[in-house]
């Protein structure tokens, strides 16, 4: 596997990113009934602990939950993004990926209509690199800054996460569940969000994740959706995704992966060119 960098001085143009990083939304999972205070962010009560039947289908469900998360050395994708905000529909991006397990993540993005790259982003642990080709400019900041820009907790698992599609802001605090002919709702209860979790019965995929914050004063909101399963040697890969993400303001991302591998060897080369500022 090779690994190449020339040059470490760059940073994020986020909202192009967050095109790249994030997935999706559908119609809202009802309420599941819980024993938990709005207010309450440290205690945690399962709900009906003397049913012995109850706590089966909730340790049986976070296990499927579990088992299939991804677990992988290398990730590449192809994946066509469609975005909308207040302002209405925004230009479509293509974007590249390239994933170097709990290392790097590296997006080369495409302005589709003219087809000319327009960023290229490299992430690890600690920072953040952009370079703009539009404007020739090279930026640079730590990992702190997505979470500043965005104001969501992100860090560089939860990024890789999202590309790949396992559960983020995932915890194992059910604090209720509720179960269907067809599906499973799990309610979680971590440091910064309440996730309703759905779990498709027939395969136990995990289809879609409702987050609400738990700070009252806020109401940061998102609803992922994962659908189109493919499986390509055991591994169960979600190619169409999902995301609203809403607050002040609201923001609709659709991801649709055309083309992915896992574990193939990968090169990742981030060049800076000599004649680019430092912004």
């Not at 599941?32 to 205690?43: E, F, G, H, L």
């Not at 994946?79 to 993540?105: C, E, F």
């Not at 759905?198 to 659908?227: E, F, G, P």
């Not at 083309?259 to 060049?271: G, H």
Request: net charge positive.
């Amino acid at each position: 596997m090779k690994f190449l960098i020339k040059d470490i001085r760059v940073q994020l143009f986020f909202y192009a990113l967050i095109a790249v990083v994030s997935v999706s939304s559908c119609k809202t999972a009802k309420k599941i009934q819980t024993a938990v205070a709005k207010k309450d962010t440290v205690s945690v009560i399962i709900t009906n602990t003397s049913a012995d039947d109850s706590l089966k289908v909730i340790r049986a469900a976070m296990s499927e939950v579990k088992s299939h998360k991804m677990d992988f050395k290398t990730f590449s994708a192809k994946v066509k993004v469609d975005y909308q905000n207040n302002k209405g529909n925004q230009p479509n991006i293509t974007a590249y990926v390239r994933i170097l397990k709990d290392s790097l993540i590296w997006v080369s993005g495409y302005a589709t209509v003219f087809n000319i790259e327009a960023f290229r982003v490299l992430i690890n642990k600690d920072s953040v690199f952009l370079i703009d080709k539009i404007n020739k400019q090279v930026q640079y900041r730590s990992i702190d800054y997505l979470q500043e820009v965005t104001a969501i907790p992100f860090d560089y698992k939860t990024l890789q996460d999202l590309l790949i599609g396992n559960p983020v802001f995932f915890e194992d605090s059910v604090i209720s569940y509720k179960e269907t002919e067809s599906k499973i709702l799990l309610a979680t209860l971590g440091k910064f969000f309440k996730n309703l979790l759905t779990i498709d019965k027939s395969n136990h995929y995990l289809t879609h994740s409702k987050l609400d914050d738990v700070n009252i004063n806020r109401n940061r909101t998102a609803d992922i959706t994962y659908s189109n399963f493919e499986n390509n040697n055991g591994i169960n890969f979600s190619t169409y995704r999902e995301i609203t993400v809403s607050e002040k303001n609201k923001l609709d991302i659709q991801l649709n992966y055309k083309q992915w591998e896992f574990n193939k060897d990968l090169s990742i080369i981030f060049n800076i060119p000599k004649n680019y500022k430092r912004n």
